[in-house]
């Protein structure tokens, strides 16, 4: 049975609450901790946890006498790798919330810390637990679409303007970015995870819609792989219906999330023929259907896997490299709309943009944040975007 602590009690922790309660033979909730206790001791009521404790700070938590095995860290990014620091120097295993941390730097401690400390990292990456993503990456890896020239990933979510009014929301120092760290951080993990890793990005950002923001609500970007193929990258939170997808565009066939595929034939003369490879086209989507499907999904399927790399000493699906390697992409990203240029990865450690602090020097300030609420009302579990375990587009 494994001790479990949730350092932030905000909106995001109810996802996580409700998978480690999926586990009630291998895991319970002994501690949790906020800055405002009161939003702890709601999550306490809420759901039950009456043998949990509550704490006003992380470092509380550690001097406590209280055994803990799991630190899950659910606050804003810029303390995301202190927390996760002090636990794993304190014998904890870790799971933290994306964006890992604010800079390449603070991930890159986080993964020493994790090494010197033998215990378990492992960084939110919740689209790889679902089986629009699962099937997806198995249709990648079968070749059966040719080699990839072409992605598309559309990241659209869409936020009101009070959503920047929270304190720590809309600014560069404590959220650490805008919509392409914050929500296509999802995407941009699916991504990398199908495809590999770029060697080039890039990228122009944008504020259309939240003037009470300093960082960006719009931002594309491109990403060259070694092969040549590309990359197009929408991250947003002013799209209404966050109609949200990734396109893979092979030599011989179109497969995506949600599912679809099309694979075309050639005409003497190059163009299309009337008739698709039907042939290959019920292959491939034989072999997404027949994928199995995922026991548990979302938070609650990266939990499962996070206890799973516990009980048996095994690697999780998403470590620190990988949790690194999304920020990577991001830091990339900023770094092009930045200074107008194209970045060559990976982000070298005597750049700026891979210090702590480097992004904070160089970023925009779009509009300067005009409202600070202390908390909103609670509302629950907040929606994660469009929900693909289906897999299929309508």
């Known amino acids: 049975m494994l001790n479990v602590a ?50 006003a700070s992380h470092a509380a938590l550690l001097a406590a006498d209280l055994h803990v095995d799991l630190v899950d860290v659910c606050t804003p990014p810029y303390v995301h790798a202190e927390i996760a620091i002090d636990a794993l120097n304190n014998g904890k295993h870790v799971l933290c919330e994306k964006p890992m941390a604010a800079s390449l730097e603070e991930c890159d401690a986080m993964i020493a810390a994790q090494r010197a400390s033998g215990k378990t990292l492992s960084v939110i990456a919740q689209n790889r637990f679902t089986d629009a993503f699962w099937r997806l990456k198995a249709a990648v890896d079968s070749g059966l679409a040719g080699n990839i020239c072409h992605a598309q990933v559309d990241s659209f979510w869409w936020r009101g303007h009070c959503y920047y009014d929270l ?19 999802h995407h941009i993990d699916a991504i990398q995870w199908l495809l590999g890793f770029p060697s080039e990005v890039v990228a122009m950002m944008t504020n259309v819609a939240h003037d009470n923001a300093e960082v960006e609500d719009l931002s594309a970007a491109i990403f060259r792989y070694p092969g040549g193929a590309l990359t197009q990258l929408t991250a947003s939170v002013v ?28 005409a003497d003369n190059g163009f299309p023929q009337p008739e698709n490879n039907l042939a290959l086209e019920a292959r491939l989507t034989a072999l997404f259907h027949t994928t199995p499907a995922l026991t548990w999904t979302l938070h609650t399927g990266q939990i499962e896997n996070v206890l799973t790399a516990i009980e048996q000493q095994t690697a999780p699906l998403v470590d620190g490299e990988q949790g690194k390697r999304s920020l990577e992409l991001i830091a990339a990203i900023y770094k092009s709309a930045i200074t107008r240029s194209v970045v060559t990865l990976p982000v070298a450690r005597d750049d700026a943009f891979y210090r702590t602090g480097g992004l904070l020097e160089k970023a925009p300030h779009f509009y300067e944040k005009s409202a600070s609420v202390s908390n909103f009302a609670e509302v629950g579990a907040i929606p994660l975007g469009k929900d693909l375990d289906s897999g299929v587009e309508a």
């Open 6 to 55: 949730i350092v932030g009690t905000g909106n995001i922790s109810h996802n996580h609450i409700q998978g480690y309660l999926a586990f009630p033979e291998r895991c319970r909730i002994v501690a949790l901790v906020d800055i405002y206790p009161e939003k702890a001791e709601e999550k306490k009521t809420r759901y039950g946890l009456a043998e949990a404790q509550v704490f």
């Open 239 to 266: 799209h209404h219906g966050e109609d949200q997808k990734i396109v893979i565009q092979g030599e011989k066939a179109r497969i995506s999330a949600p599912w679809k595929v099309f694979a075309s034939q050639s």
């Open 167 to 185: 304190w720590w929301r809309g600014t560069w120092e404590k959220e650490g970015g805008g919509c392409t760290l914050n929500h296509a951080v």
